[in-house]
């Protein structure tokens, strides 16, 4: 299997609301990756996990928690979310954390209310 | 940290003509230099990449140039095809910031 996959595909969540999106990969990849993609731009780091530990938090409000539960799976729970935060949520693996393709997976569409 | 600049932010070509999109990084502890491609709708997904141990890579109709010396690194594609069209982004990793550090993005438009 050489895909990350991700659920839900679409996500309209009010601001009181709690949510959590999901992402999987079986490559064996050890690095593992939460962006933020707003329309016609790059994608934006938020997270980095490495070996299942989190490496890189780029300054995300607390709002946004993610979770590695093993080294196949990440999350992102989403709480009392702001309409700015609407956005393609990109997750993505690696080898390793630098100097390796990344592969991305096909995001979840968030629209807050 | 690291900045990557990417120029232009939007190129239309004719088919079969060329593309040259060039990027320019601030870091020289930079030594990955990926290129993804993101169509509409899509995710994005490398079509290319360049080590700094290297100054060209070709793969069929793409090509990339990197000049350490300058900072620049460039995207070549020939032949163009109306597949071709999408944004596409260059980035700069290196093992001393540990992480990915995209461009602005190319939107590139190739007309039949």
Redesign the interface.
């Known amino acids: 299997d050489t895909e990350v996959t991700q659920t839900p595909k679409h996500l309209v969540m009010g601001m009181t609301n709690k949510k959590s999106l999901k992402c999987e990969q079986h490559m064996g990849h050890r690095a593992m990756y939460w962006y933020k993609q707003k329309a016609?731009?790059?994608?934006e780091?938020m997270f980095?996990y490495?070996y299942e530990k989190l490496?890189?938090n780029e300054s995300v409000p607390s709002r946004f928690s993610p979770e590695c539960p093993n080294s196949s799976l990440l999350n992102l729970h989403l709480h009392a979310l702001q309409p700015e935060d609407s956005a393609l949520y990109?997750c993505a693996s690696s080898p390793e954390?630098?100097?390796?393709?990344?592969f991305?997976?096909?995001?979840t569409r968030l629209t807050v209310l | 940290g690291e900045n990557v600049e990417q120029h232009p932010s939007t190129l239309s070509v004719q088919e079969g003509d060329s593309a040259v999109i060039k990027c320019t990084y601030s870091d020289s502890a930079s030594n990955y230099f990926p290129w993804y491609k993101q169509e509409l709708g899509k995710r994005p997904q490398l079509i290319i990449d360049i080590r700094s141990n290297v100054g060209e890579k070709k793969d069929q109709r793409i090509a990339v140039t990197l000049n350490k010396t300058a900072k620049h690194f460039s995207l070549h594609i020939t032949e163009t095809q109306p597949e071709d069209s999408a944004v596409y982004f260059c980035a700069a990793s290196s093992t001393s910031y540990d992480k990915v550090i995209f461009g602005p993005g190319t939107s590139l438009s190739v007309i039949p």
Do not use: D
Request: aromatic content about 4%; glycine content about 10%; overall charge positive.
């Open positions: 016609k731009k790059p994608p780091l980095v490495s490496s890189i990109l954390t630098s100097r390796s393709e990344q991305f997976g096909p995001g």
